[in-house]
């Protein structure tokens, strides 16, 4: 079983940055898609960076040059999936989810990232 589990949230001014992390605990598939939403109010969830085929990185046009994914396996069970975000904007607020491929998608429980002006 995959469970998976955000951190890192929080409030932000303008221009700053906020580190997001995501455990993933159980045996994963490295070369399965696991990556990066966020909804904001009123919105539907969007795609903001994945990973696919264990290599292969896309962003949302809205946070490339400002954003970072990348994740770090630990552990045969553990595998943890960031995103660095800078130069954030009162447009990133949202709440962020990680999520995980496999015969299904796992998600996380969401991480609030709220930026004021």
């Known amino acids: 079983q995959v469970q998976l589990v955000e951190s890192g949230g929080g409030l932000v001014s303008a221009g700053g940055s906020l580190r997001l992390s995501c455990a993933i605990f159980g045996t994963i598939f490295s070369n399965n898609s696991m990556g990066w939403f966020r909804q904001a109010p009123g919105k539907q969830r969007e795609l903001v960076a994945v990973i696919t085929n264990g290599r292969s990185i896309n962003y949302a046009d809205s946070v490339k040059g400002r954003f970072t994914i990348f994740r770090d396996h630990i552990k045969t069970t553990l595998t943890t999936l960031y995103l660095q975000m800078n130069s954030l904007s009162p447009e990133d607020t949202a709440v962020y989810y990680c999520?995980?491929?496999?015969?299904?998608?796992?998600w996380g429980q969401g991480t609030q990232v709220t930026v004021s002006s």
């Open positions: 999520a995980y491929s496999d015969s299904v998608d796992y």
